[in-house]
């Protein structure tokens, strides 16, 4: 279990759809999980991704996956194909998602986790090719699916051996796809997302801080991405609320804008994503996440 400040909570915690499923796994119970995988469809394909990071993360048996994903189901089979690329099983995660989509060809969710486990190939060029075709498969399913538009920012951002051209590269897709959605979206986030990946590539590769604590232009492309998205009034809130929220928060420590830095953790109230602050301090996300409050004056 991921370790959590005191008083806060997960950010699942928050997405009742999530909490559910959450609470049902840690009682051993993948039923609630199996029910919403297959409930989200049309406009809410993202939250399969979810669901099968959460089955991940509670059924620590793999022998256990391996069996449900012998049943040819595809929430399992997405499920065994997520674990075996976070695990760089790069030959049986594509077997699995070559499985899946033949058990449901309109799903995009195999498709955003061949991307994912493109990410685990050591060469660049092939991870690249393979990447860009499984993107563009999920795209046609799926055009706004924001999970699919974040695992390709994170494969650019490794895709060339010179750090400057990923960030082209990565920061060209990002403003071109926000371009392309109207206001009140998650996918119009995308532009700070870009800058979130960037940061932490820079922290995983133990570089000097980025550009972006004292980049102009990066803080008002950031804060533009956040009013574009969770911050319209025609936003509605997703189950990747409250992430967003975190990354956004993040960046802004990052940057030193107290300001909106309060404002972003004050609307996450309770709520601690720990895979974002654990990925922009590079060690410990809590003494992060406490030191960005701190810097808020909460």
């Known amino acids: 279990m991921k370790k959590m400040p005191d008083g806060f909570v997960p950010t699942r915690a928050r997405v009742p759809a999530l909490a559910s499923v959450a609470e049902a796994l840690a009682r051993g119970d993948l039923g609630p999980a199996h029910g919403v995988f297959h409930a989200s469809r049309d406009g809410a394909w993202g939250l399969r991704l979810a669901i099968v990071r959460l089955v991940d993360e509670h059924v620590t048996s793999g022998r256990r996956i391996d069996e449900l994903a ?6 399992w089979l997405a499920t065994s194909a997520y674990r075996h690329a976070r695990e760089r099983n790069l030959r049986e995660a594509l077997a699995d998602c070559e499985l899946a989509v033949e058990r449901d060809d309109r799903d995009p969710t195999p498709f955003v986790i061949e991307i994912f486990a493109a990410r ?19 795209q046609a399913r799926a055009p706004e699916l924001y999970e699919a538009h974040e695992q390709m920012l994170h494969v650019l951002s490794i895709c060339d051996e010179s ?3 990923s960030a082209d590269s990565m920061f060209q897709l990002a403003r071109s796809i926000a371009g392309s959605v109207p206001e009140g979206v998650d996918v119009a986030f995308v532009p700070a997302l870009a800058h979130f990946v960037q940061y932490v590539r820079a922290v995983d590769e133990r ?27 025609r936003y509605v809130p997703t189950h990747r609320t409250f992430t967003l929220l975190h990354v956004a928060a993040a960046l802004h420590a990052v940057i ?37 409050r701190a810097q808020a004056g909460l």
């Open 163 to 165: 750090a400057e051209r």
């Open 120 to 138: 685990g190939m050591r060469d660049r060029r092939k991870a690249f090719e393979r990447a860009t075709e499984a993107y563009i498969a999920a």
């Open 207 to 233: 570089r000097a801080r980025p550009q972006l604590v004292a980049n102009q232009q990066a803080a008002y492309e950031i804060a533009a991405a956040c009013r574009r998205s969770f911050g319209s009034p």
């Open 70 to 75: 012998r049943d040819g189901d595809a929430c």
């Open 256 to 292: 030193g804008d107290a300001t909106r830095l309060r404002a972003e953790l004050e609307r996450a109230g309770d709520t601690y994503d720990a895979d974002v602050w654990n990925a922009i301090s590079g060690g410990d996300g809590v003494d992060a996440f406490v030191a960005a």
